[in-house]
C-alpha cells in the first residue's frame, strides 16, 4: 500500500510536467516570431516531455519489455528531432521564409555561394526582389586588367 | 605506409561490425527480449541490411574513453533538462521580446563523426538549431533563440565548443584530443587576462 502511494505521486509529478511541457510548445509555437524561432518550441520541450512520460512508464511497469521499448523510442526521439529540425531549418533559409528584423546577428547571410548553392541571397526574397540575381559577381572582372578574359570555362580553377 | 593502410581497412571493417551490432541490439529493443529467436532473427536482417543499404565506412578514431563517454552523456541530459525549462518559460514569459541570432561557429575538429554528433548533441539541447554547415571549414551555422548581447553569444559559443571538447576527449582520436585541449587552454588564457 505505502510502495503504491509514491508510485502513483510519481506518475502524478512527471506526467504533469510532460504535459506542461507539452503545452509551452504549443503556447511557444503561436507567441514565438518566425520559423526558425517556432522550431525550437515545436521540437525541444516535446523531446524532454515525451522523455518523462516514457521514464513514468518504465517506472510504473518496469519490465524487460517496457524498459527495452521505452530506451528505443527515447533513442529514436532524440536521434530524429533535431535532424528534422535542421532540415526545416535549412529549407526555411534558404528560401527566405524568416524574418530577419528579429535577428540579431545573422553570419549565414550572403554565404549561399560558399555553400554552393543556386539560390538568391534570402534577403531578396525578403525584399520581394525574387529575381535570382548573379552570384558570381562578374562586374568587378570586366573593370579588372589583370584578367583580361573573364569567359573562362566552369573547369577551370587556375586563380 | 602498408601498416596505416591495413590499419584503415581493420577500422573500417571493424565500423561496418559495429554497425550491424547496434542494429541487432535494436532488433532486440524492438522485439523487447534477447531469445535465441529474436538474435538470430537479428543477426539476419542486421546483414541483410548492412550489404543492401551500404553506406561508406565511417572513419572511427579507434580510441574510446567509457569515463568521458558518460560525463558526456551526463551533461547532455542536464543540458536538455535545463534548457527545456529555459525554453518553456520563455513561451510563457509575459514580456518576451524576440532577439535570435545566426551564429557560424568553428569548430577544431576535422573529423565528420564528430563534426556530426557535435551537431546533433547542441540540436537536442533546446535553444540551438543547426541550420547549416560547412563541411570543408567545419563551420556550424546555428540559429540561437533569446540572445540580445554580444556576451550572450559568446557564451553560446562557448558552450557549443565545450561539447565539442567533451565528444573529443570520449571519442576522438589523439592528435583530435591534442589540438582540442590546446584550444581550450588558449582561451582559458585568454578569459583570464
Known amino acids: 500500500m ?92 534558404r528560401t527566405g521564409k524568416f524574418r530577419s528584423d528579429v535577428l540579431f546577428r545573422d553570419e549565414l547571410r550572403g554565404r549561399n555561394h560558399l555553400l554552393g548553392l543556386d539560390y538568391p541571397d534570402p534577403e531578396d526574397y525578403v525584399s520581394g526582389n525574387t529575381v535570382a540575381t548573379p552570384l558570381v559577381q562578374e562586374a568587378p572582372v570586366e573593370h579588372d586588367p589583370v584578367v583580361p578574359n573573364h569567359e573562362q570555362t566552369p573547369g577551370d580553377t587556375a586563380r | 605506409m602498408p601498416q596505416q593502410t591495413r590499419d584503415k581497412h581493420r577500422l573500417a571493417g571493424l565500423s561496418q561490425g559495429l554497425l550491424a551490432l547496434g542494429l541487432l541490439l535494436l532488433w532486440c529493443l524492438l522485439w523487447g527480449s534477447f531469445t535465441p529467436l529474436t538474435i538470430i532473427t537479428g543477426i539476419l536482417v542486421s546483414t541483410g541490411v548492412s550489404f543492401t543499404f551500404y553506406l561508406p565506412g565511417v572513419e572511427l578514431s579507434g580510441r574510446v574513453n567509457p569515463w568521458r563517454v558518460i560525463v558526456f552523456f551526463v551533461v547532455l541530459a542536464w543540458d536538455i533538462l535545463r534548457a527545456s525549462i529555459q525554453i518553456a518559460w520563455l513561451a510563457f514569459a509575459p514580456n518576451f521580446k524576440p532577439g535570435n541570432a545566426i551564429v557560424g561557429i568553428p569548430l577544431n575538429t576535422r573529423s565528420d563523426l564528430i563534426m556530426s554528433w557535435t551537431s546533433t548533441a547542441i540540436s537536442i539541447v533546446p535553444g540551438s538549431i543547426v541550420v547549416d554547415l560547412d563541411r570543408s571549414g567545419s563551420i556550424l551555422y546555428v540559429h540561437v533563440i533569446d540572445v540580445h548581447s554580444e556576451e550572450d553569444i559568446q557564451r553560446f559559443i562557448q558552450e557549443v565548443l565545450d561539447t565539442e571538447r567533451r565528444l573529443v576527449l570520449a571519442i576522438g582520436s589523439k592528435a583530435e584530443v591534442v589540438r582540442v585541449n590546446e584550444q581550450h587552454a588558449l582561451a582559458r588564457g585568454r578569459k583570464n587576462r
Open chain 1, 2 to 93: 505505502t510502495g503504491e502511494w509514491w508510485r502513483d505521486a510519481l506518475t502524478i509529478a512527471l506526467v504533469f510536467a510532460a504535459a506542461v511541457l507539452c503545452l509551452a510548445a504549443g503556447v511557444g509555437l503561436l507567441r514565438f516570431s518566425d520559423v526558425l524561432a517556432r522550431l525550437h518550441a515545436a521540437t525541444k520541450p516535446q523531446v524532454l516531455g515525451v522523455i518523462l512520460v516514457v521514464a513514468d512508464v518504465i517506472f510504473s511497469t518496469p519490465t524487460i519489455g517496457t524498459i527495452t521499448l521505452g530506451f528505443s523510442i527515447i533513442l529514436f526521439q532524440a536521434l530524429t528531432a533535431p535532424i528534422s529540425a535542421h532540415m526545416v531549418g535549412r529549407a526555411a533559409y
